[in-house]
Protein backbone atom coordinates (compact mmCIF):
# COMPACT_ATOMS: atom_id res chain seq x y z
CA UNK A 1 0.00 0.00 0.00
CA UNK A 2 0.99 3.55 -1.05
CA UNK A 3 -0.02 6.60 0.97
CA UNK A 4 -0.09 9.88 -1.02
CA UNK A 5 -1.18 13.14 0.65
CA UNK A 6 -1.10 16.33 -1.71
CA UNK A 7 -0.62 20.07 -0.74
CA UNK A 8 0.02 23.43 -2.34
CA UNK A 9 -3.47 23.98 -3.99
CA UNK A 10 -5.16 27.62 -3.94
CA UNK A 11 -6.50 30.67 -5.40
CA UNK A 12 -4.09 32.21 -7.91
CA UNK A 13 -4.47 35.37 -10.34
CA UNK A 14 -3.75 34.21 -14.14
CA UNK A 15 -0.33 34.28 -15.04
CA UNK A 16 0.92 33.51 -11.48
CA UNK A 17 2.46 30.51 -9.89
CA UNK A 18 1.76 26.97 -7.45
CA UNK A 19 4.04 24.67 -6.42
CA UNK A 20 2.00 21.27 -5.57
CA UNK A 21 3.35 18.64 -3.47
CA UNK A 22 2.81 15.31 -3.10
CA UNK A 23 4.28 13.59 0.10
CA UNK A 24 4.57 9.67 -0.43
CA UNK A 25 4.82 6.95 2.27
CA UNK A 26 4.09 3.44 2.74
CA UNK A 27 5.29 0.55 -0.03
CA UNK A 28 7.64 3.14 -1.96
CA UNK A 29 9.52 0.19 -3.32
CA UNK A 30 6.50 -1.01 -5.24
CA UNK A 31 6.06 2.73 -7.41
CA UNK A 32 7.26 2.68 -11.33
CA UNK A 33 5.75 6.17 -11.83
CA UNK A 34 4.27 8.91 -10.12
CA UNK A 35 2.14 11.28 -11.94
CA UNK A 36 -0.31 14.17 -11.54
CA UNK A 37 -3.95 14.13 -12.97
CA UNK A 38 -6.47 16.67 -12.65
CA UNK A 39 -10.19 16.91 -13.08
CA UNK A 40 -12.11 20.57 -13.75
CA UNK A 41 -15.26 21.40 -13.56
CA UNK A 42 -17.48 18.83 -15.61
CA UNK A 43 -14.91 17.24 -16.72
CA UNK A 44 -12.94 14.22 -16.76
CA UNK A 45 -9.83 14.19 -14.91
CA UNK A 46 -6.80 13.76 -17.28
CA UNK A 47 -3.06 13.30 -17.11
CA UNK A 48 -1.00 16.41 -16.31
CA UNK A 49 2.14 15.05 -16.25
CA UNK A 50 4.13 11.76 -15.66
CA UNK A 51 7.54 10.91 -14.22
CA UNK A 52 9.18 7.28 -14.23
CA UNK A 53 11.32 5.55 -11.39
CA UNK A 54 14.51 6.35 -14.14
CA UNK A 55 13.12 10.24 -14.23
CA UNK A 56 11.62 10.65 -17.57
CA UNK A 57 8.76 13.06 -17.70
CA UNK A 58 6.28 13.50 -19.69
CA UNK A 59 3.04 15.89 -19.89
CA UNK A 60 -0.33 16.70 -21.34
CA UNK A 61 0.17 19.34 -24.73
CA UNK A 62 -2.01 21.66 -22.30
CA UNK A 63 0.70 22.47 -19.83
CA UNK A 64 3.87 21.59 -22.18
CA UNK A 65 6.18 24.44 -21.06
CA UNK A 66 4.21 25.88 -18.36
CA UNK A 67 4.51 22.96 -15.76
CA UNK A 68 7.67 20.59 -14.46
CA UNK A 69 7.05 17.46 -12.33
CA UNK A 70 9.62 16.97 -10.41
CA UNK A 71 10.62 14.29 -7.32
CA UNK A 72 13.07 14.81 -4.03
CA UNK A 73 14.03 10.70 -3.23
CA UNK A 74 15.42 12.18 -0.34
CA UNK A 75 12.08 13.39 1.17
CA UNK A 76 9.90 10.86 -0.72
CA UNK A 77 7.79 13.93 -2.20
CA UNK A 78 6.75 14.40 -5.64
CA UNK A 79 6.69 18.18 -7.06
CA UNK A 80 4.33 19.93 -9.80
CA UNK A 81 5.43 23.34 -10.30
CA UNK A 82 2.92 25.17 -11.92
CA UNK A 83 3.94 28.94 -13.95
CA UNK A 84 1.43 30.51 -16.44
CA UNK A 85 -1.71 29.41 -15.09
CA UNK A 86 -4.22 30.01 -16.86
CA UNK A 87 -8.30 29.84 -15.75
CA UNK A 88 -8.15 26.59 -17.85
CA UNK A 89 -6.07 25.36 -15.02
CA UNK A 90 -8.69 25.01 -12.47
CA UNK A 91 -9.27 21.90 -11.03
CA UNK A 92 -8.97 19.50 -8.29
CA UNK A 93 -5.37 17.59 -9.08
CA UNK A 94 -4.37 14.63 -7.86
CA UNK A 95 -1.38 12.92 -6.82
CA UNK A 96 -0.70 9.02 -8.24
CA UNK A 97 1.69 6.19 -7.87
CA UNK A 98 1.24 3.61 -10.77
CA UNK A 99 2.35 0.51 -8.83
CA UNK A 100 2.63 -3.31 -9.08
CA UNK A 101 -1.18 -3.49 -7.48
CA UNK A 102 -3.79 -1.31 -8.07
CA UNK A 103 -2.21 2.08 -7.70
CA UNK A 104 -2.67 4.98 -5.41
CA UNK A 105 -4.80 8.24 -5.30
CA UNK A 106 -4.35 11.14 -3.03
CA UNK A 107 -7.07 12.86 -2.03
CA UNK A 108 -6.89 16.17 -3.87
CA UNK A 109 -5.81 19.51 -3.75
CA UNK A 110 -7.98 22.38 -5.02
CA UNK A 111 -6.55 24.64 -7.46
CA UNK A 112 -8.43 27.73 -8.58
CA UNK A 113 -6.97 30.33 -11.54
CA UNK A 114 -8.88 33.77 -11.37
CA UNK A 115 -9.00 37.64 -11.45
Known amino acids: QVQLVESGGGLVQPGGSLRLSCAVS????????MAWYRQGPGKQREMVAV???????NYADSVKGRFTISRDNAKNTVCLQMNSLKPEDTAVYYC?????????WGQGTQVTVSS
Open 96 to 104: YAGTNGNGS
Open 26 to 33: GSIRSIYF
Open 51 to 57: ITSGGST
